[in-house]
């Protein structure tokens, strides 16, 4: 299955990266694909793109509306808007 992971970034120290990268492992050891934005900042600054939240989100809607089969919600997710307007997205589009 291709799992976006969504949880709470802003305010953690390392923006929550490893326990992303811990989640991320847990859920492909288990055989899925996963898209884990803590990843995935690292490729959008890569490219050149400005870092800003509006561009880390156009990267990580666009796959939730793409490739996305289902999204998996980590700890504290409630607390973050960013993982709250992702929830409501894959809910609108029936993905989870």
């Not at 976006?4 to 923006?15: A, C, F, N, T």
């Not at 050891?29 to 509006?54: F, K, N, S, W």
């Not at 990580?60 to 929830?87: F, L, V, Y």
Request: a negative charge.
């Amino acid at each position: 299955m291709r799992i976006y992971l969504s949880g709470p970034m802003r305010g953690i120290p390392d923006d929550n990266h490893p326990a992303f990268r811990e989640f991320a492992a847990k859920l492909r050891a288990e055989g899925h694909q996963v898209y884990c934005p803590a990843e995935a900042d690292a490729a959008v600054i890569a490219l050149g793109e400005a870092p800003t939240m509006r561009t880390f989100l156009l990267h990580d809607t666009q796959w939730i509306c793409r490739e996305a089969e289902g999204i998996a919600m980590m700890p504290g997710w409630e607390n973050s808007k960013g993982a709250r307007a992702e929830h409501a997205l894959a809910v609108a589009i029936e993905e989870i």
